[in-house]
């Protein structure tokens, strides 16, 4: 799983219940909208995300075009979770692996660098 797509998952977790649309999920990410339009039709294809136009008089009345609005699915949600979860233990992991070496060394160098 990228990078980019464990932001937008994160982005759904933090709201869990909330629709949210496009530039929330881009501010709450810290992705630009080209990156998160592909992964948000990725999830919606995998059936992770579910959407929904608003009402086109909503976004008439406060000057601008109708937003289209995400959900986790209750099975994309619980994918997440576990696909977050999952990805954290291995980058945990990795980080003790990685500073395995640098303390082996330190101690069989006797401290010295």
């Known amino acids: 799983m990228t990078v980019p797509t464990q932001a937008v998952l994160g982005a759904f977790l933090e709201h869990p219940d909330k629709e949210l649309y496009g530039l929330e999920i881009v501010k709450v990410s810290g992705l630009e909208p080209g990156t998160i339009y592909p992964i948000l039709q990725r999830l919606r294809g995998a059936g992770w995300v579910t959407d929904r136009?608003?009402?086109?008089?909503?976004?008439?009345?406060?000057?601008?075009?109708?937003?289209?609005?995400?959900?986790?699915?209750?099975?994309?949600?619980?994918?997440?979770?576990?696909?977050?979860?999952?990805?954290?233990?291995?980058?945990t992991a990795l980080g003790r692996l990685l500073a395995t070496p640098t303390t082996n060394s330190a101690a069989t160098n006797g401290g010295a660098s």
């Open 53 to 91: 136009w608003e009402n086109p008089e909503h976004g008439q009345v406060a000057g601008r075009p109708p937003r289209r609005y995400y959900r986790l699915t209750m099975e994309g949600r619980a994918r997440a979770v576990h696909a977050l979860q999952r990805v954290g233990r291995d980058r």
